[in-house]
């Protein structure tokens, strides 16, 4: 029994990976996402990947998460971080807090990335008002570079914080070609947006 | 006992696990696309280079002396390869300055979309619904490489990128270990080679070749030769030699 448990257990870790079945997203029909309350309703097809970035959370692409990622994050809870933790100990993760306030989105999202990514080329290039799900938001830009891959990458952003939980859509892709190519398709995802 | 057989059924586990990794594709052709010799030029894309060594834990430390032996060999048996591929095949002259930077960013772009190609296509269970339709291989790096400097006047771009990270003792020990007394498969080294075909009337990679296992030690003349032919085996418009010796069937992608 405990053997059956074990090899249980080592199938999920190692399985999960190759496994996880990514699913198609159809267009024009409303789909709950990162198994929350969050609702989108994209105009074109994307798949969701079946790996996600944290226990919250979830990401939809056209071509891989490498060269377009929307990302999903439904509903932190204080005291949550973004994504899994890399190393607890050494690396901790910044949490989301209950006093935040939407400008502290983009720090969140920074600081989150420099010690998930391992990078210290992250830059937040802008920031304004704009509400996202019918609640007070703030759309961000961004632009970051991975470790060991001269590949700039450009980001944006849109999140609201509500009942004392944060709520945020990211997407981001090469500079080159595929950021251009991805956002109004990424837009149009966040405007559809309801809580 | 009980230990035993949680052993035995973890390594039953990873065994069932292991299996979709061997069904693996390393080749894929856009739908349609076909390429007669003497019909086109090519531009040869600087290759883009990357050797260094395995620690025991399993990170790279990149050695810059492999480093430059591998762009020589290399460099030496593409330029022999390069004649012998049933199209003409122009070098890239390296643009300077923005070009230059320029230039670079496309090769690690071409490498991503070659990643993505290999996680999201060649792997069967983990394709991409979008790409799961007929004998769909539609991969793109974007219609604007046709801006890039020196490719004016070609109709193909030929990327190649290369990543060797060879196994220190420590690591084969490890593996060898691994292996013997704990049954683990402990991988040593990484040798991933990549070319690729890119149309650049619309950026669309028409064909693919991409392994993360190639052969042939790339720090020597002889390995990189043979890393070359590896990398260029089913090159599109390519005469068709006398086999050395009968080659396993390569999988497509695109059927």
Redesign the interface.
């Known amino acids: 029994m ?3 448990r ?3 257990i ?2 999920a870790l ?2 999960a990976p ?2 996880a079945g ?3 997203i159809p267009a024009g029909q409303p789909v709950a996402v990162a198994k929350s309350v969050l609702t989108v309703t994209p105009s074109v ?3 969701k990947l ?1 790996a996600r970035p944290g226990r919250n959370s979830e990401t939809w ?4 998460d ?2 377009n990622d929307l990302t999903f994050y439904g509903g932190i809870e204080p005291e949550q971080t973004l994504f899994r933790e890399v190393s607890k100990r050494t690396k901790p993760l910044p949490r989301v807090k209950a006093t935040m306030l939407v400008t502290d989105i983009p720090t969140l999202v920074e600081n989150s990335y420099r010690i998930a990514l391992d990078t210290p080329l992250f830059t937040v290039e802008g920031m304004e008002p704009m509400a996202f799900a019918g609640k007070p938001g703030i759309r961000f830009t961004y632009s970051f570079t991975r470790p ?5 990458r450009k980001g944006e952003g849109r999140g609201a914080i509500t009942g004392g939980k944060l709520y945020l859509i990211t997407f981001e892709a ?1 500079r ?3 950021f251009d ?1 991805g956002v109004a398709a990424f837009r149009q995802v966040a405007n559809s947006a309801k809580l | 006992m009980r230990r035993g057989w949680g052993a035995l059924a973890c390594a039953a586990a990873l065994t069932l696990v292991a299996a979709p990794l061997a069904a693996q594709e390393k080749t894929g052709n856009k739908p349609g696309f076909t390429l007669a010799p003497g019909t086109a030029t090519i531009v040869l894309m600087r290759p883009e280079i990357a050797v260094g060594a395995q620690s025991t834990g399993g990170s790279y430390e990149p050695n810059a002396d492999w480093t430059d032996q591998a762009r020589e060999n290399l460099g030496r048996a593409l330029a022999e390869a390069q004649g012998k591929l049933g199209n003409r095949v122009v070098t890239h002259v390296e643009p300077v300055g923005q070009g230059a930077a320029t230039a670079h960013e496309y090769r690690a772009l071409f490498t991503a979309l070659a990643d993505s190609v290999i996680t999201y296509q060649f792997f069967p269970g983990n394709r991409l619904p979008t790409k799961k339709r007929g004998d769909s291989f539609l991969w793109s790096i974007g219609s604007e490489v046709a801006k890039l400097p020196g490719v004016q006047g070609a109709d193909y771009a030929l990327f190649v990128t290369t990543e060797d990270h060879y196994g220190s003792t420590g690591r084969k020990l490890l593996q060898v270990f691994a292996a013997g007394v704990a049954g683990i498969g402990v991988s040593a080294g990484v040798h991933k080679g990549y070319a690729g075909l890119i149309d650049l009337k619309t950026g669309d990679l028409v064909w693919l070749n991409a392994d993360l296992a190639m052969g042939g030690d790339v720090r020597t003349p002889e390995g990189a030769a043979k890393r070359v032919s590896q990398l260029l085996e089913g090159f599109p418009g390519k005469p068709v030699e006398a086999p050395v010796a009968p080659a396993a069937p390569t999988k497509t992608a695109a059927r």
């Not at chain 1, 692409?61 to 891989?64: A, L, S």
């Open positions: 405990k053997g059956l074990i090899a249980a080592g199938l190692v399985a190759v496994l990514n699913k198609l097809e994307w798949n079946g692409t056209f071509d891989g490498a060269l060991n891959e001269d590949l700039p090469p080159l070609h595929y190519a």
